[in-house]
Antibody, heavy 129, light 107 residues
Framework: QITLQESGPTLVKPTQTLTLTCTVSGVSLSTSGVAVGWIRQPPGKALEWLAIIYWSDDKRYSPSLKDRLTIVKDTSKNQVVLMMTNVDPVDTATYYC?????????????????????WGQGALVTVSS | DIQMTQSPSTLSASVGDSVTITCRASRSISGWLAWYQQKPGKAPKVLIYEASTLETGVPSRFSGSGSGTEFTLTISGLQPDDLATYYCQQYSSYFSTFGQGTKLEIK
């Protein structure tokens, strides 16, 4: 059973950098075929895919936010960290981390965006002065 | 970017009804589509992946179909517990995108 838990500040001021941590249990981030992504949801609005990091340390970002996002992993703590620079009130949202199952066969595991099967409970972040 | 357009935005139906939600992609995504159910205040839950594969533990009244640019999620024999917002997600391209959601209301 994979579980994910988001943590971070609940309130951030405009122009600051938001740092969110996803602690993963039940799978090692260094294991081949493991990928964790971040998704956000402004209040009352739709889901928005943000970024994903793979076991190999490959990363993918939403084109609209890639200049502001950095995703990294700490395998010693089994955590994935998302950093967003220069936040604005429009970045107010619930931020989710989620596990992306990866297809693997005898040739190896394939780096590609996928769906999310396990989700954290979400962390509400408000951007306001 | 691949845009995902869901219809309708809101749907009202009675217990026992069958309902269909449509998701259209701005270009072909083959079968790389997932459907999620999100209940108020909760994280999304995957129902269907690869357009038509039912996630383990999801009731068989949920079904998905389609390929290319047009996909559907059908809920047969609507239950009160199905009150939720439903999202599609494409994962064909370098990065992924979600639809804008369909809110299902139970009459």
């Amino acid at each position: 059973q994979i579980t994910l838990q988001e943590s971070g500040p609940t309130l951030v001021k405009p122009t600051q950098t938001l740092t969110l941590t996803c602690t993963v249990s039940g799978v090692s981030l260094s294991t081949s075929g493991v990928a964790v992504g971040w998704i956000r949801q402004p209040p009352g609005k739709a889901l928005e895919w943000l970024a994903i990091i793979y076991w190999s340390d490959d990363k993918r970002y939403s084109p609209s936010l890639k200049d502001r996002l950095t995703i990294v992993k700490d395998t010693s703590k089994n955590q994935v960290v998302l950093m967003m620079t220069n936040v604005d009130p429009v970045d107010t949202a619930t931020y989710y981390c989620a596990n992306n199952p990866i297809k693997c066969d005898r040739s190896g595991c394939y780096i590609a965006p996928g769906y999310f099967d396990y989700w954290g409970q979400g962390a509400l972040v408000t951007v306001s002065s | 970017d691949i845009q995902m357009t869901q219809s309708p935005s809101t749907l009202s139906a009675s217990v026992g009804d069958s309902v269909t939600i449509t998701c259209r992609a701005s270009r072909s995504i083959s079968g790389w589509l997932a459907w999620y159910q999100q209940k108020p205040g909760k994280a999304p839950k995957v129902l269907i992946y690869e357009a038509s594969t039912l996630e383990t533990g999801v009731p068989s009244r949920f079904s998905g179909s389609g390929s290319g640019t047009e996909f559907t999620l059908t809920i047969s024999g609507l239950q009160p517990d199905d009150l939720a917002t439903y999202y599609c997600q494409q994962y064909s391209s370098y990065f992924s995108t979600f639809g804008q959601g369909t809110k299902l209301e139970i009459k």
